[in-house]
Nanobody, 121 residues
Framework: QVQLVESGGGLVQAGGSLRLSCAAS????????MGWYRQAPGKQRELVAG???????RYADSAKGRFTISRDNAKNTVYLQMNSLKPEDTAVYYC???????????????WGQGTQVTVSS
């Protein structure tokens, strides 16, 4: 069984910073991409940032210049450093990993349980 466990969410004032972490554990043969998505009330889940196993990153326009995604392949962990936070960043943040459990299995998306980020004005 694969588990993605997130940590680091919380309440912060506008302009502040938070660092999210997500560790993947369990039966994992290899992880391709890892990333962070978010979902605000009444809105669809959207990509915030992603990183491949080779280190290629991509960001939503809203995250560029403020957020930094990084990854520790040895620990199967992905991080999201969020600076200059705005009230519109308030959402539940979900970790995602595109991985395969065995050498003979295909890649599948796995999700964490979500962590709340609230930015007060």
């Amino acid at each position: 069984q694969v588990q993605l466990v997130e940590s680091g969410g919380g309440l912060v004032q506008a302009g502040g910073s938070l660092r999210l972490s997500c560790a993947a554990s369990g039966s994992i043969f290899s992880i391709n991409a890892m990333g962070w998505y978010r979902q605000a009330p009444g809105k669809q889940r959207e990509l915030v940032a992603g990183v491949t196993s080779g280190g290629t990153t991509r960001y939503a326009d809203s995250a560029k210049g403020r957020f930094t995604i990084s990854r520790d392949n040895a620990k199967n962990t992905v991080y999201l450093q969020m600076n200059s936070l705005k009230p519109e960043d308030t959402a539940v943040y979900y970790c995602n990993a595109y991985l395969r459990e065995h050498s003979y299995s295909g890649y599948v998306d796995y999700w964490g349980q979500g962590t709340q980020v609230t930015v007060s004005s």
